[in-house]
Structure formats: C-alpha cells, structure tokens
Nanobody, 127 residues
Framework: QAQLVESGGGLVQAGGSLRLSCAAS????????MGWFRQAPGKEREFVAC????????KYADSVKGRFTISRDNAKNTVYLQMNSLKPEDTAVYYC????????????????????WGQGTQVTVSS
C-alpha cells in the first residue's frame, strides 16, 4: 500500500528555517508530480508548491515564492520543502501529496488533482 510520510516540522522563530521531507513507501513516485499543501486552523487547505517528475519544473504559491524551495530525490523516493524566512502566517499543518498521473508535465495546483496524501506535519512559527 502506497504511503507518504512527512517529517521535519516543528517550532521555529520568525525568520528561521525548516526543511520538510516526504518519504514514500509501498511504491515509487519517481514518475509522478509531487506537491506540498498546508492548512491553517479554520482555513481551507491551500497549495504551497509542486514539482514535476523530473524535478525540472516547479510552481509556487505567491505567498511563498522566493522563500520556499521544493526539490526531489527520486533515488530516495523523497520530496523536500526548504522553508526560509519563515513568517507567523506560515503556521499550518503541511501535507505532502502525489498525483496519480505518471510522466506528465502538467503541474496541478488544486488539491483535488492529487490522489495520495501524507498525514501532515505541524509547522509553527512564533513572532
């Protein structure tokens, strides 16, 4: 059974950095678009970033552009989210997701386009 497991969340001061990891097991996602989403208390889940199966193409939400970097290591079946210059408004549960479609250059921003999800990791940024 395919499983995505996030790690690396925690409590950090504003201006600090965290690196989230998403490790896949049960199958390889090396041919799938991978994404990161987040959900703050009382808010809907929102898109953060996604990366193509080759790692050559990425998209970011405007709110994190220039501060967050998504990357992947297909040999390790792992996706990363490097988060720098963190702000209190980045506080949320961060989820890793995988698109079921393989070998596509389409980078979906809508959570409904992702079929596999991790359990989430909490990121809290204090002011």
């Amino acid at each position: 059974q395919a499983q995505l497991v996030e790690s690396g969340g925690g409590l950090v001061q504003a201006g600090g950095s965290l690196r989230l990891s998403c490790a896949a097991s049960g199958r390889t996602f090396s041919s799938n678009t991978m994404g990161w989403f987040r959900q703050a208390p009382g808010k809907e889940r929102e898109f953060v970033a996604c990366i193509s199966w080759t790692g050559d193409s990425t998209k970011y939400a405007d709110s994190v552009k220039g501060r967050f970097t998504i990357s992947r290591d297909n040999a390790k079946n792992t996706v990363y989210l490097q988060m720098n210059s963190l702000k209190p408004e980045d506080t949320a549960v961060y989820y890793c997701a995988a698109d079921q479609t393989e070998y596509t250059w389409y980078l979906p921003l809508n959570s409904a386009d992702y079929e596999y999800w991790g359990q989430g990791t909490q990121v809290t940024v204090s002011s």
